[in-house]
């Protein structure tokens, strides 16, 4: 299965998301904020990145950017709860496979997971 990097600030919701990925067989690493999670990126293989939007430190528009410019090959998908940050993705198209909005379901997450992946 697939090795997933989750970046989010809420760490009730990073942990369901990872819980949920988890079921499905994907190893997960957890990241509280962009910048960690770029400092993860260069440390391993992933197969995706699944980040927050909205988040301290760095954003995960910010990360996106540099993600894909170091790692031009990593599927990218984004969530978000607000609406005009939804807006602000609309830039990466070609870099970023979709934008989930939250709230979502286990079955959202886990589909949109796989969708992205089979990309």
């Known amino acids: 299965m697939a090795k997933i990097l989750i ?16 079921l499905d067989g994907h190893q997960t690493v957890e990241a509280a904020d962009g910048a960690e999670g770029l400092a993860c990126l260069s440390n391993e293989g992933f197969d995706l990145l699944l980040s927050d939007i909205r988040m301290p430190v760095m954003d995960g528009i910010e990360l996106v950017h540099r993600a894909s410019a170091a790692f031009p090959s990593l599927k990218i998908l984004l969530m978000t709860g607000y609406a005009e940050q939804r807006e602000r ?6 870099k970023v496979i979709d934008v989930v909005s939250k709230p979502f379901t286990l079955p959202d ?3 949109a997971v796989a969708v992205a992946l089979a990309a």
């Open 109 to 111: 997450i886990r589909k």
């Open 89 to 94: 993705a609309d830039n990466l198209t070609g």
């Open 7 to 22: 970046t989010e600030d809420e760490d009730g919701l990073r942990r369901f998301v990872a819980r949920a990925l988890q």
